[in-house]
């Protein structure tokens, strides 16, 4: 079946340190996303793509970047972990014809920065 | 700025009592809006929207644009809908669609 996977699902880290969150997807969408869950603050975007030349920030874009390596791959990066990136995190496709399209959503990668 | 708002951050019901989650939006524009659930060890998936006017798994929800309300329904609520549910306000214009989330509403149904 067709699928959004993400990897790794759980990650441990420290201050200061580079990490990358990577997202791949066999659906053949366009439309990528990134998003972090923090309770109470319910899913925001982080950095969404409409294709491998188009990458627009979200609302929390400050302190990661991303990485559109190919239709199907979309990189999150934390340059320098901080404490309050730990989230969980999630990935989204959706197809890029009609904006009304359901987005489909990753497992999650659980990332703790100590 | 588009805000999506949902009140409660916890609804507790009895099985077969009904249930109403509450979400409010605010958007200049014309607002596109969604539910989304995740059920416990599941991804998040998409409930209904509004724009397909559907009823899914029991659950209606209608666009108040008066009340700027898009509250979701069930007449009698099963124990298999205990999830986290979000609703979400589509923005951006036709390209993007980016989603606005809310905050999300636990809903656990009691036996």
């Known amino acids: 079946d067709a699928d959004v996977t993400q990897t790794p699902r759980n990650r441990i880290t420290k201050t200061g340190k580079r990490i990358m969150l990577e997202c791949s997807q066999t659906?053949?969408?366009?439309?990528m996303y990134w998003y972090r869950q923090d309770p109470g603050l319910g899913l925001r975007l982080i950095y969404y793509?409409?294709?491998?030349?188009?990458?627009n920030k979200g609302e929390i874009s400050d302190g990661y970047s991303v990485s559109r390596q190919a239709q199907a791959k979309f990189s999150l990066s934390l340059e320098s972990a901080i404490p309050n990136q730990t989230a969980l995190y999630f990935c989204?496709?959706?197809?890029?014809?009609?904006?009304?399209?359901?987005?489909?959503f990753g497992p999650g990668t659980r990332l703790t920065v100590l | 700025a588009q805000r999506v708002t949902q009140p409660e951050k916890l609804l507790s019901v009895f099985k077969g009592a009904p249930v109403e989650l509450k979400c409010n939006y605010s958007?200049?524009?014309?607002?596109?809006l969604f539910w989304y659930v995740q059920y416990s060890r599941q991804r998040l998936q998409l409930l209904l929207r509004?724009?397909s006017r559907e009823s899914i798994k029991g659950f209606t929800a209608d666009l108040n644009k008066g009340e700027t309300s898009f509250h979701l329904k069930k007449p009698f609520a099963q124990e298999e809908d205990s999830a986290m549910y979000y609703c979400?306000?589509?923005?951006?214009?036709?390209?993007?669609?980016?989603?606005?989330f809310g905050q999300g509403t636990i809903l656990t149904v009691h036996p």
């Open positions: 989204a496709t959706a197809e890029g014809v009609h904006s009304y399209n359901e987005q489909f």
């Open positions: 659906k053949g969408h366009d439309r």
């Open positions: 793509s409409f294709d491998v030349k188009d990458i």
């Open positions: 958007y200049s524009g014309s607002p596109e």
């Open positions: 509004h724009i």
């Open positions: 979400a306000l589509m923005t951006g214009g036709t390209s993007y669609g980016k989603l606005t």
